[in-house]
């Protein structure tokens, strides 16, 4: 027993020396999910815009080994409320794989959909995908990358306003001459950026776009005329990570390793221009950046372009400027010089460099929500440019790459999850708790209870609770089993129904029951509680039967309830009047030998007197009619 002891308290140290686990919530009713918790500093709700935090966690950007431990699902595509609440949890979905660029997009009819990047697998089993789910969270399309084209890149999954495409970065490797660096007669591997356009319906290429012969090599800021040569998948010089389109059908693509944003001519292919890098670019230009994410338009149109991109201003080896930051430029192509500006920039409120990653995202009012990455980081600034909402993820182990607030409604086709379990120690104090969570359901208002005399019985309302965080308790009086929930909305409309579960029960000898019966039963709620019909209709109802345990029914009440119930279900079970006179006599009886025995013991353990016992049975016998 104490070397079993002991063998707990090393495994258990180990386990705490690696990490601790509070930086995860945990949840009865979805015993395998482990979702990261956020710290969340807001500074003015009411200029936030309305929405939910579309972030994907991962602990290594590469696929993890899969782990022989048992470990919950903790990692992959999450929606969470601004108040940190989990709304859905994909991880269990996707198997604990990395999924990134996780955001709602409105492409398809008029509902929201959700789009994501499934990485490929740890063992290179599977490619990686670009998924578009329905708002069920059901896959709606799956799409791989033509083969030639490599596995699928994390960067970029951007679906078109359309929907009728989506592009997406491409990473290829080749072996290639170095005469550009004055090297004729040496040959190295090179990483070729490149970007592609697919069809969401067939996953066929309609476009597909390489950066060698297009970007010299001079261009790269991350390998020199003295690098050494490397094997597959060789020199990562332009490193692209991110591609959109304007309505003319020329490409904007980010390139980290070159510190510059190109367009690309959906015509020929040809850079038309460039946007800083090594040689300056083809800019008047009033601002600098430098491994630069996520370059996006706000609007294009003619030789008028306004895009949005993350300034990161450093990265593993670099560092240019101070402080990281979102900006909003604006290109004149029309004049001589061409002019770039700064529309706006949005500091990284700690002051801080991010180093790797990134997003940033302007919203529908104009607030620019910013993903700083590491440690999950994310920000909302107001137009001003006032920072209305700081987060990070409690855990400085996970990180998010891009992170998005959208609206975005859920209707998960899977029921409710409830759980329930029963305690207590005799009849008067049994207690029935009752979890219950709807993974991804959007706009759950309330929960209404039920449980059944029999599987074949119909349900007893036994009381309802607003919506507590993802999961919600709820603390029925009393032992009731074959449990089910509402779900219900705004409009007091039921939104789903859970299975009926039944409630779990402990080993009630070792939990110490010292009840009348040796173990005690289930007993039927429409004893207890009102049927449902009787709740509609019936406006007087003693409350003392309504059980909503919300902390204000007097404990009192319960009790009385709770023994008067039992008694009722005895009663029942024998049946008759003249089992209740049988009852009354061995109840007595018991009582008798109760006050004798408990006589003895105040003598030999000074035991304080107890009244309430008494007081109990004295109310149950007007009732017991
Ligand atoms: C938010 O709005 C409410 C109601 O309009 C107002 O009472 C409150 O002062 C506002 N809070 C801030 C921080 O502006
Ligand atoms: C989308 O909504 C518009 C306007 O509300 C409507 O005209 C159109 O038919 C809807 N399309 C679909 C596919 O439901
Ligand atoms: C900052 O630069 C690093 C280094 O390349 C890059 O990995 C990272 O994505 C950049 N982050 C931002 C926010 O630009
Ligand atoms: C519980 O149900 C009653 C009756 O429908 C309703 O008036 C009350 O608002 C509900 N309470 C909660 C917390 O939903």
């Known amino acids: 027993m104490i070397w079993y002891a002991l063998f707990l308290l090393v495994v258990q140290n180990a386990a705490a020396w690696r990490y601790t686990d509070d930086d995860l919530m945990s949840f009865m009713t979805l015993p395998d999910a482990r979702a990261v918790r956020f710290d969340i500093e807001t500074l003015d ?23 022989s431990e048992y470990e919950q699902y903790q990692i992959g595509p999450h929606i969470y409320d601004e108040d940190g609440i989990l709304i859905w949890t994909g991880s269990m979905q996707f198997d604990n794989r990395n ?4 955001k709602a997009i409105n492409s398809f009819d008029n509902k929201t959909y959700l789009s994501m990047i499934l990485q490929y ?34 960067h970029e999954f951007n679906v078109r306003k359309d929907g009728k495409s989506a592009l997406v970065t491409v990473y290829l490797s080749e072996e290639v001459e170095l005469t550009e660096f004055g090297r004729p007669n040496e040959k190295t591997f090179l ?19 390489k950066s060698y012969n297009q970007i010299p090599l001079s261009e790269t800021v991350h390998y020199f005329l003295d690098s050494v040569i490397e094997g597959p998948p060789g020199w990562d010089y332009v490193h692209i990570n991110s591609v959109d389109k304007n309505e003319a059908g020329d490409y904007l693509i980010s390139m980290r390793f070159t510190n510059t944003l190109y367009m690309v001519s959906g015509l020929d292919g040809k850079i038309m221009w460039r946007l800083n890098g090594v040689n300056g670019g083809d800019f008047d230009s009033d601002f600098l950046f430098s491994k630069q994410h996520d370059a996006k338009f706000l609007e ?37 010089p061409m002019t770039a500006r700064v529309v706006k920039r949005y500091n990284r409120p700690d002051g801080d460099l991010t180093r790797l990653r990134g997003n940033s995202q302007v919203l529908p009012n104009n607030n620019m929500f910013v993903c700083w990455s590491q440690g999950g980081y994310i920000s909302e600034h107001s137009p001003e440019g006032d920072v209305l909402m700081i987060a990070k993820f409690t855990s400085p182990r996970f990180s998010n790459y891009r992170a998005y607030k959208f609206e975005f409604t859920g209707r998960p086709t899977i029921p409710p999850d409830v759980v329930a379990s029963v305690w207590g120690t005799d009849e008067t104090n049994l207690v029935t708790t009752i979890w219950v969570s709807w993974n991804g ?17 119909k349900p007893i309302f036994v009381g309802n609770i607003s919506k507590a965080g993802f999961e919600s308790m709820f603390m029925a009086a009393g032992y009731v089993d074959w449990v089910s929930v509402e779900a219900v909305d705004r409009n007091g409309n039921v939104m789903g129904t859970s299975q009926v579960k039944r409630t779990r029960f402990p080993d009630w000898e070792n939990v110490g029951w010292s009840g009348y019966s040796s173990q005690p039963r289930p007993q039927n709620p429409s004893r207890i509680f009102q049927s449902v019909d009787g709740f509609s209709t019936d406006k007087s109802i003693d409350d003392s039967s309504f059980a909503s345990f919300d902390g204000t029914a007097e404990a009192q009440n319960r009790k009385t309830t709770q023994t008067l ?46 009244e309430e016992s008494y007081a109990e049975e004295e109310r149950l016998r007007p009732d017991d009619d």
């Open 300 to 336: 294009s149109s003619g030789t008028h372009h306004v895009i949005s991109f993350l300034n990161n201003a450093s990265d593993e080896e670099f560092q240019e400027e101070t402080i990281s930051a979102a900006l909003i430029v604006e290109v004149e192509t029309g004049t001589t």
């Open 45 to 67: 709700r009411n200029r936030t815009a309305p929405g939910y935090w579309f972030v994907s966690p991962y602990l290594h950007i590469e696929p993890d080994e899969p782990s």
């Open 121 to 154: 697998s740890y063992d290179g089993g599977e490619r990686g995908y670009g998924m578009i789910l329905n708002e069920k969270y059901e896959t709606y399309r799956k799409l791989p990358l033509r083969t030639d084209l490599g596995v699928f890149d994390i």
């Open 565 to 610: 119930a039992t008694t009722y279900d005895a009663i029942r079970s024998i049946g008759g009047m003249f089992a209740l006179i049988l009852l009354l006599a061995v109840m007595s009886g018991i009582m008798a030998s109760y006050l004798l025995i408990r006589g003895w013991r105040v003598h030999l353990y000074q035991r304080v007197p107890k």
């Open 441 to 457: 359901a959007t706009d759950v208002v309330s929960y209404n209870f039920y449980a059944q005399a029999s599987e074949f019985d």
């Open 99 to 102: 999924v990134f660029d996780f």
């Open 191 to 209: 990483e070729i950026g490149g970007f592609a356009e697919i069809d969401t319906t067939t996953a066929e290429i309609l476009y597909d776009w």
